[in-house]
């Protein structure tokens, strides 16, 4: 079963045009929606939720179009929090208890405990980490089948992260559970993701298994004339700077066993999403 389906979802909106986006989000398996800054990334979660209504599409959870009872099934964290600043986190307990039939409030209260979360102090007093966590474990407390994440991570420092990404491997061990999860920061994805869906400008350019993208994908850094034997139906994005280029390519196996002579390295995926955005196709 998929989680989630997304159909030929269209939106025009300001200087950002949605084309045609079309991607899955398998039962069981974490995606990773993956652009820089402005690529589209919170406008296709929000397109997804009916936040914003779509010019042309469709999105299916669990097979249903989105209502009532499915919204039920899923937990979505935004990158801030909505809530009244001289609100705490006891009283948001009482405010959600009345929302979710499936709020758990002795999960919520647990998972508090355990990201050292002052239940008493107001949010306002709250720092962006915080706050964030707390989305997060708001996020978890009605048990959902599906997590839906735009960028979960940002403002936690380096060991909150490696929590967070530790309880959402944790979440994903019932095969019944998937998470999407939006994130500029690739090595987060890297980490935990089994697919990869790539935006840029409103378009996906790329969606694949993650080991196979982190594995069949390299890196060359040659010159000009050397770009020029390289063949283009290899190439997936190149960028030239004075008399270096680098040039990421789809089949790095078969272009160490062609051209032994090239130095292929391995790529990231923040390496391959630089390349593209900066360079040329």
Request: aromatic share 8%.
């Amino acid at each position: 079963m998929k989680a989630i389906e997304v159909k030929n979802v269209k939106k025009e909106i300001g200087t950002l045009r949605i084309e045609g986006l079309n991607f899955t989000v398998p039962q069981g398996r974490i995606v990773g929606l993956v652009g820089e800054n402005g690529a589209g990334k919170t406008t296709t979660i929000k397109l997804m939720m009916d936040v914003m209504e779509k010019d042309e599409g469709e999105v299916l959870f669990f097979g249903k179009t989105l209502n009532k009872a499915i919204k039920e099934e899923i937990g979505v964290v935004y990158d801030e929090i909505n809530f009244y600043e001289k609100i705490n986190a006891i009283k948001i307990d009482k405010v959600l208890k009345g929302i979710f039939q499936s709020w758990d409030s002795d999960k919520y209260f647990q998972l508090l405990d355990r990201f050292k979360l002052h239940k008493s102090q107001l949010l306002g007093n709250y720092s962006k980490g915080m706050k964030m966590k707390l989305n997060i474990i708001i996020g978890l407390a009605h048990s959902p089948k599906l997590l839906i994440l735009d960028e979960p991570t940002s403002g936690l420092d380096p060991s909150a992260r490696m929590e967070m990404l530790d309880l959402f491997l944790e979440f994903i061990q019932n095969e019944e559970h998937s998470i999407l999860i939006s994130s500029h920061i690739t090595n987060d994805l890297e980490r935990i993701a089994d697919y990869i869906v790539m935006i840029h400008d409103g378009k996906i350019i790329l969606q694949l298994d993650k080991d196979e993208l982190l594995y069949k994908y390299g890196i060359i850094r040659c010159s000009e004339k050397q770009l020029q034997y390289i063949p283009k139906n290899v190439i997936f994005a190149y960028h030239k700077t004075n008399s270096l280029c680098e040039v990421v390519i789809k089949d790095a196996p078969g272009m160490k066993e062609a051209y032994p002579e090239l130095t292929i390295d391995g790529l990231s995926i923040d390496d391959m999403m630089a390349i593209y955005i900066k360079g040329e196709k």
